[in-house]
């Protein structure tokens, strides 16, 4: 399995504290990516990042803001969590070479109460 | 934009019965085709993937075709086990999973009875 530990795994939170999850890797892979996964949804991209200090913009990224300071290190933070952002968070990682697939992280699941 | 279509169940089926989940992209370009499965409680695993029109990707009994006349990649298995009830994702990228970030189907809910 790929190198991934994301933490914590869960979390129970209050509407308008900030948040911040961690993602951290093993692989010395450059790409790093935040999922959210919804009933219904499926899985939708929040941020990625392609290198240290590098990071874009996903489909949902209103609400989040991430930092990569180091290669092994991918946050999330939720200045001011919100209920609609009660969901299960994935990191995943990837070398970005040919068709390689992306490895995921098993998950935090956060409700903000 | 890229978008991602597959039936969302739940699917029940006996054991030992033919799987097909039915998987349809819409891009601009050919893009990459991937297929990944989530365990209650775990994070997504890659079943298999297809880079190119008509590469099938194979993996533990389940195979797809990428069909690009179609636009689809449907997952088959000749016969399914109980330990294959889990939820499937079909998914599509354009750098193979690299600064694009993937594109998923809402996933469908397989339940295999014994």
């Known amino acids: 399995d790929a190198g991934i530990t994301q933490s914590p795994r869960h979390k129970v939170t209050e509407t308008g504290t900030p948040v911040t999850l961690r993602c951290h890797q093993t692989?010395?892979?450059?790409?790093m990516y935040w999922y959210r996964q919804d009933p219904g949804h499926g899985l939708r991209l929040i941020h990625y990042s392609y290198g240290v200090k590098d990071t874009d913009k996903g489909e949902v990224s209103d609400g989040y803001s991430v930092s990569r300071s180091k290669t092994e290190d991918f946050l999330l933070t939720l200045e001011s969590a919100t209920s609609s952002q009660t969901s299960v968070y994935f990191c995943?990682?990837?070398?970005?070479?040919?068709?390689?697939?992306?490895?995921f992280g098993d998950g935090t699941r956060l409700s903000i109460l | 934009g890229n978008s991602v279509t597959q039936m969302e169940g739940p699917v029940t089926l006996s054991e030992e019965a033919f799987l097909t989940i039915n998987c349809t992209y819409t891009?601009?370009?050919?893009?990459?085709l991937f297929w990944y499965v989530q365990y209650p409680g775990e994070g997504l695993q890659l079943l298999l993937k297809?880079?190119?029109?008509?590469d099938k990707g194979s993996n533990k009994g389940f195979e797809a075709t990428y069909r690009k006349e179609t636009t689809s990649f449907h997952l088959e298995k000749g016969s399914v086990q109980v330990s294959d009830s889990a939820v499937y994702f079909c998914?599509?990228?354009?750098?193979?999973?690299?600064?694009?970030?993937?594109?998923f189907g809402k996933g469908t809910h397989l339940i295999i009875q014994p």
């Open positions: 297809a880079t190119k029109a008509d």
């Open positions: 998914a599509l990228s354009f750098r193979g999973g690299g600064a694009d970030g993937l594109t």
């Open positions: 692989e010395n892979h450059r790409y």
């Open positions: 891009a601009t370009g050919y893009p990459s």
């Open positions: 995943a990682i990837s070398d970005g070479t040919g068709s390689q697939p992306q490895h």
